[in-house]
C-alpha cells in the first residue's frame, strides 16, 4: 500500500460508500469482498448454525478500518470491529504522529502453544519424572502420530517438560507435563486438546499415577509478540508525562487493569474482525501481566536521551487458518486486507496496535486529559442518548461539537437543548409562514 497512502488521507471525512471504494483499491478487494463489508451479503444462516448452538438471529458489530500505521516500514490499513467511540479514531491519530516522528518495529518471540496433562496427586514424584524423562522421545512420537497433518506443514510437538507443584492444601505433589507444539498457522486449541488426551493412556502407563486433567493452556509464554514504538525529541513535558503514567501503573495494580484495558481496546477488535478467539488472548494476557506475583502493566514508556521508547511483549496464539477465520465471509476479508501469509505477523501487528493505542492514551492522559481528548467523538452518542432520530444525529453532533470548542464541555442536558433547537428548526423551515 506504500503507493497508494494518499488514498488514505481524509479517510474518516468520506462516506461509507467513498470509503468502500478506496478500499477496495487499496486492498484489492474484489465485489463480492466489498458486499460482505457493507453487509450486503450478509453471514449465511447455514454457516452460523455450525458457529454456535441455538441461533436465533445476528448481533452485529460496526466494523472499521484505523489508518496511518506503518509497521516495520509497511503501510498498512488495520479492520477493527468495535462499538467503543474514539477507539479507531485514536489509534489513526496516534499512528499518524509516530510515522511523522518516529517508527514502529515488531518480532516475534517463540511459535510454541502450550498443553498441559496434569498428574494431580503423585505417589512416587522421583519415578514418575524418571518414567517421563527417560521415554520423552518416544511420548512426542507418539503425539506427533495424533496430527500427521499438521506435521506435514511443518508443525507438530516439539518438546515435553515436567513441572512439579505442591498441592494448595499442602497434601502432596501434582506433576504437569507441558506439551510443547507449533500449530503453524493455526489457533491450535483443538489439535492441541486432541494430542493431550491422546497421550493420557501411555503416560499413566509409564508413571503408574493417575492422569487428571488434558487441557491447553492459553498462558502462552512461548509464543510472544513484541512491538516497539519510537518517538523521535519527544516534547520532554509529554514524555516525562507518560513515563510517570507507566510508573504509576507498575506501582498499583487497579491503575494497570485500566492501562492493560486500553491495551486490549487495540488487540480485542482485530481478533474479532479476524475470527479469533479474543477471550483466550485476554485471558492468556493477564495472566502474563501477572506473572511476577503482582499485576503489572504490559508496556513501558521511558524517556532515552531526547526520545520517547515504548515496548510491550504480549502472549499472541493466534490463527489465520481454520475455525472462524475459514468460515467467516467477514474474517476472510478482513485477513484479506490485512495481505499477511503468517499467524505470527497478525500477532505482531496486534501487538502493535495495542502500543500505540495505549501510547495515544496516555498522551491524552498527560495533556489535554482524557475526557476532553474523548468528548468530541462522545457527540454522536450524547445526540442518540439525548433521543434523536437517525435524521437529525448529524444536526446535533455538528452543534454539540461547536458547542464544545467554545464551553470546553458538554452533556446530556446540553444534548437535548440543542435537539429541541434542532426540532423547532426543522419545524419552521417545514411550515413557513403564509
Wanted: glycine share 8%; charged share 25%.
Amino acid at each position: 500500500m506504500d503507493d497508494k497512502r494518499h488514498l488514505t488521507e481524509g479517510f474518516h471525512r468520506l462516506s461509507q460508500k467513498e470509503r468502500l471504494v478506496r478500499l477496495k483499491t487499496l486492498c484489492d478487494l474484489s465485489e463480492e469482498d466489498v458486499k460482505v463489508l457493507s453487509g450486503q451479503t450478509p453471514l449465511p444462516t447455514e454457516i452460523a448454525e455450525h458457529l454456535i448452538e441455538n441461533v436465533i438471529g445476528y448481533f452485529p458489530l460496526p466494523l472499521g478500518v484505523a489508518t496511518n500505521f506503518t509497521i516495520d516500514g509497511r503501510d498498512m490499513l488495520i479492520p477493527m470491529a468495535v462499538e467503543e467511540t474514539s477507539i479507531i479514531a485514536a489509534a489513526s491519530a496516534t499512528a499518524k504522529w509516530v510515522r511523522r516522528e518516529g517508527f514502529i518495529r515488531t518480532y516475534s518471540k517463540g511459535n510454541l502453544i502450550i498443553g498441559q496433562v496434569q498428574l494431580p496427586s503423585v505417589r512416587d514424584v522421583a519415578n514418575a519424572r524418571r518414567a517421563l524423562h527417560e521415554n520423552r522421545d518416544t511420548l512426542i512420537a507418539l503425539a506427533n502420530a495424533c496430527v500427521p497433518g499438521l506435521v506435514t506443514r511443518g508443525g507438530g510437538v516439539r518438546d515435553i517438560a515436567v513441572r512439579e507443584l505442591a498441592r494448595p492444601a499442602g497434601d502432596g505433589t501434582m506433576l504437569v507435563i507441558h506439551v510443547h507444539c507449533d500449530p503453524c498457522d493455526a489457533m491450535g486449541a483443538n489439535l492441541i486438546n486432541q494430542v493431550c488426551e491422546a497421550l493420557k493412556p501411555r503416560i499413566e502407563q509409564l508413571t503408574s499415577e493417575r492422569v487428571g486433567l488434558c487441557i491447553l493452556s492459553n498462558l502462552v509464554d512461548a509464543n510472544l509478540s513484541v512491538a516497539e514504538v519510537v518517538i523521535r525529541n519527544i516534547d520532554p513535558v509529554v514524555g516525562k508525562g507518560i513515563e510517570e503514567a507507566t510508573i504509576f501503573a507498575k506501582a498499583d495494580p487497579y491503575r494497570a487493569a485500566t492501562h492493560n484495558k486500553g491495551i486490549l481496546n487495540g488487540v480485542d477488535p482485530i481478533l474479532i474482525a479476524t475470527g479469533n478467539d479474543w477471550r483466550a488472548v485476554e485471558a492468556g494476557v493477564h495472566a502474563y501481566a501477572a506473572r511476577s506475583g503482582k499485576y503489572q502493566p504490559l508496556t513501558d514508556w521511558k524517556v532515552e536521551g531526547a526520545d520517547l521508547v515504548g515496548r510491550i511483549e504480549l502472549p499472541m496464539a493466534v490463527g489465520i487458518v481454520g475455525g472462524v477465520t475459514r468460515l467467516h465471509p467477514t474474517a476472510k476479508v478482513a485477513l484479506k486486507m490485512l495481505d499477511i501469509s503468517k499467524a505470527e505477523e497478525l500477532g505482531r501487528i496486534c501487538a502493535a496496535v495495542g502500543l500505540v493505542q495505549n501510547l495515544g492514551a496516555l498522551k491524552a492522559l498527560a495533556t489535554v486529559g482524557i475526557v476532553k481528548g474523548h468528548m468530541q467523538l462522545h457527540a454522536a452518542n450524547l445526540a442518540i442518548a439525548a433521543g434523536a432520530e437517525v435524521h437529525e444525529i448529524a444536526a446535533v453532533r455538528d452543534q454539540l461539537t461547536k458547542i464544545l470548542k467554545t464551553e470546553k464541555s458538554i452533556s446530556l442536558t446540553r444534548a437535548k437543548q440543542v435537539l429541541e433547537l434542532v426540532r423547532e428548526k426543522t419545524l419552521a423551515v417545514s411550515q413557513p409562514d403564509n
